[in-house]
Structure formats: structure tokens, C-alpha cells
């Protein structure tokens, strides 16, 4: 059995800079909190909260703070956020992902100059949340192809169309192109973060030649989701794990070669466990 692994598996530049910054923190020995958790990946997260790291998750929870360091996860969060922060004037650290960051100062000025902004993306997902809260009540997110059919700008208003930075990027044309075949004056800004690009890229390709794939990666993680969902167009012998537990090797017995790859929130522990461990079943085989 011949095991490979993609490239761009693991954490990307967004996610290591934000995980780096909370355990910076955690060994100041003072109170920190991050707003929900710093990444989507429960390994981690259960790690930091060992070392005194605590999530909130509500404004209710945020106001109640009275001392210590509050960390803004990688998705980052809504204007409304930053501002109650600013106003208890507790100590702040922004780990949000520089690339999502951009998203927000995008919406911030087209919203500014009276436009309507489009965020193709999860609605639900913390980082469409904290990107929604930088345009106001001028904001639509977009996930599905019914929505974009159904969708209608306000008479005379220019729109400008965002992404999620870990949307599928064929889905996002495809989305945009429905869009604009209403006739509105559209820009339309790719804001898919590169590496999620060359990560999807990278999986849709291994999946094509291999018998099976192992996507690993936190069960609340949207871009491992997708990349779960790319892979299993191209093998249907596509399973999800978090990590080595969730994976029973005696699967893999028939299969001559098995691909892996990783969402951006997965440590390069877990993936070292999990390829070491396809690695040795491969060798007990022969």
C-alpha cells in the first residue's frame, strides 16, 4: 500500500500565527480568554483550556470579564465586538487571520459608499459572522445556488461580492456568475484565501488516483468539510477523521493507494500520527 500525503496539509499561515499567539499568552501566567475557540479543532483547544485558557463564546459572557487578556480568535468578530472590548479597555491581542481581516476593512468601506455587500459563505460560520457585523443591516450572505437565484439587490445600489476565505472555489464562480447575469453593477472581489486554493487543489487531485482518502480534521471545521466533500466527488472511498482513534486500519486492507490531507486547523501531530500509522499497517502487509 502506497501512502501519500498532500503538501499543503495542516495548519495554514492564519491559523499557526493565531495558535502561536495563544500559547504565547498562556505562559504569562495571567487570566486569558479567547472569544469562542481559537481554531476549530477540539485537540487543540482541549490542550489550551489544560493550560488555564478560557472560552467565551457570548457578548454576555465578554461583558462580564472584569481583568486579563482577551484573544480574538483567527475568524475574527463583528465590529459590535471590538468595540465592547475597546470599552471595558481589557488588554486585547487580534489573532484574526490577516486575510479575513481584509475582508473586514472591504465590507467596512463599500458599505461606507453605499453599496450592498454579498458574502458568499456559511452564514452560520464564526468568520461570515464577523465579517456580516462590518456592513451593518447592508448585508447578504450567500450559500447556495437557490439563494443566488433568489436573490435581488435594492434598486440602484451597486453590490460588491465577498467570500468566506475557506469556500469552495468553483462554487464561488459559479455563484458570482448567477449573480451577475442580473444585470447589477458588480464587483466582485475573490477573497478565498490562496492557501485554501492550493489546499482544495491539491486534494481533488490526490483523490483522483487514489483508492482511498483520509481528510482529517476538527468535525466543526468548514474547510475541512469541504475538502471532505471535494474528495469524496473524486473517491467514494473518502472517510472524515479528527484523529488516529476515529480511523480503523482494517478498511484500508485492500487498497494499493491511499491519499491523506488535512484541514488548516490540523496540528502536524495528528497528522504525523495518522500517516506513520497507514505507513506501518502498509509495511506489516508486506
Same mark, same amino acid.
Given at each position: 500500500?502506497?501512502?501519500?500525503?498532500?503538501?499543503?496539509?495542516?495548519?495554514?499561515?492564519?491559523?499557526?500565527?493565531? *495558535?502561536?499567539?495563544?500559547?504565547?499568552?498562556?505562559?504569562?501566567?495571567? +487570566?486569558?480568554?479567547?472569544?469562542?475557540?481559537?481554531?476549530?479543532?477540539?485537540?487543540?483547544?482541549?490542550?489550551?483550556?489544560?493550560?488555564?485558557?478560557?472560552? *467565551?463564546?457570548?457578548?454576555?459572557?465578554?461583558?462580564?470579564?472584569?481583568?486579563?487578556? %482577551?484573544?480574538?480568535?483567527?475568524?475574527?468578530?463583528?465590529?459590535?465586538?471590538?468595540?465592547?472590548?475597546?470599552?471595558?479597555?481589557?488588554?486585547?491581542?487580534?489573532?484574526?487571520?490577516?486575510?479575513?481581516?481584509?475582508?473586514?476593512?472591504?465590507?467596512?468601506?463599500?458599505?461606507? /459608499?453605499?453599496?450592498?455587500?454579498?458574502?458568499?459563505? @456559511?452564514?452560520?460560520?464564526?468568520?461570515?459572522?464577523?465579517? +456580516?457585523?462590518?456592513?451593518?443591516?447592508? *448585508?447578504?450572505?450567500?450559500?447556495?445556488?437557490?439563494?443566488?437565484?433568489?436573490? /435581488?439587490?435594492?434598486?440602484?445600489?451597486? %453590490?460588491?461580492?465577498? !467570500?468566506?476565505?475557506?469556500?469552495?472555489?468553483?462554487?464561488?464562480?459559479?455563484?458570482?456568475?448567477?449573480? !451577475?447575469?442580473?444585470?447589477?453593477?458588480?464587483?466582485?472581489?475573490?477573497?478565498?484565501? @490562496?492557501?485554501?486554493?492550493?489546499?482544495?487543489?491539491?486534494?481533488?487531485?490526490?483523490?483522483?488516483?487514489?483508492?482511498?482518502?483520509?481528510?482529517?480534521?476538527?468535525?466543526?471545521?468548514?474547510?475541512?468539510?469541504?475538502?471532505?466533500?471535494?474528495?469524496?466527488?473524486?473517491?467514494?472511498?473518502?472517510?472524515?477523521? /479528527?484523529?488516529?482513534?476515529?480511523?480503523?486500519?482494517?478498511?484500508?486492507? !485492500?487498497?494499493?493507494?491511499?491519499?491523506?490531507?488535512?484541514?488548516?486547523?490540523?496540528?502536524? @501531530?495528528?497528522?504525523?500520527? %495518522?500517516?506513520?500509522?497507514?505507513?506501518?499497517?502498509?509495511?506489516?502487509?508486506?
Amino acid at each position: 500500500m502506497d501512502v501519500q500525503l498532500a503538501d499543503s496539509a495542516g495548519f495554514c499561515f492564519g491559523v499557526k500565527r493565531a *495558535v502561536d499567539m495563544v500559547y504565547k499568552e498562556a505562559e504569562t501566567g495571567q +487570566k486569558v480568554y479567547t472569544y469562542g475557540p481559537i481554531i476549530h479543532n477540539e485537540e487543540v483547544v482541549g490542550d489550551l483550556k489544560e493550560k488555564g485558557v478560557i472560552v *467565551v463564546n457570548t457578548l454576555e459572557e465578554l461583558e462580564a470579564i472584569k481583568e486579563g487578556t %482577551v484573544i480574538i480568535r483567527s475568524h475574527g468578530v463583528a465590529k459590535e465586538v471590538n468595540e465592547l472590548l475597546e470599552k471595558k479597555k481589557l488588554r486585547i491581542v487580534d489573532a484574526t487571520c490577516p486575510f479575513v481581516k481584509k475582508i473586514h476593512n472591504i465590507v467596512k468601506e463599500h458599505t461606507e /459608499q453605499g453599496e450592498e455587500v454579498v458574502i458568499i459563505g @456559511n452564514a452560520k460560520h464564526p468568520e461570515v459572522e464577523g465579517i +456580516k457585523g462590518w456592513g451593518d443591516n447592508n *448585508v447578504t450572505v450567500i450559500e447556495t445556488i437557490e439563494e443566488a437565484e433568489k436573490f /435581488q439587490a435594492k434598486k440602484g445600489k451597486k %453590490v460588491c461580492i465577498v !467570500s468566506q476565505t475557506t469556500f469552495n472555489y468553483k462554487k464561488f464562480q459559479e455563484l458570482v456568475e448567477i449573480i !451577475s447575469k442580473k444585470r447589477y453593477d458588480i464587483i466582485a472581489l475573490n477573497t478565498i484565501c @490562496n492557501a485554501t486554493e492550493v489546499r482544495q487543489k491539491e486534494a481533488r487531485q490526490l483523490a483522483k488516483i487514489s483508492d482511498a482518502m483520509i481528510v482529517i480534521g476538527g468535525k466543526t471545521s468548514s474547510n475541512t468539510q469541504k475538502l471532505y466533500e471535494i474528495c469524496k466527488k473524486e473517491c467514494e472511498n473518502t472517510y472524515y477523521i /479528527q484523529t488516529l482513534v476515529n480511523l480503523d486500519l482494517e478498511m484500508f486492507q !485492500s487498497f494499493r493507494c491511499v491519499g491523506i490531507t488535512a484541514g488548516a486547523s490540523t496540528p502536524n @501531530n495528528i497528522i504525523k500520527e %495518522v500517516q506513520e500509522a497507514c505507513q506501518n499497517r502498509a509495511l506489516n502487509k508486506c
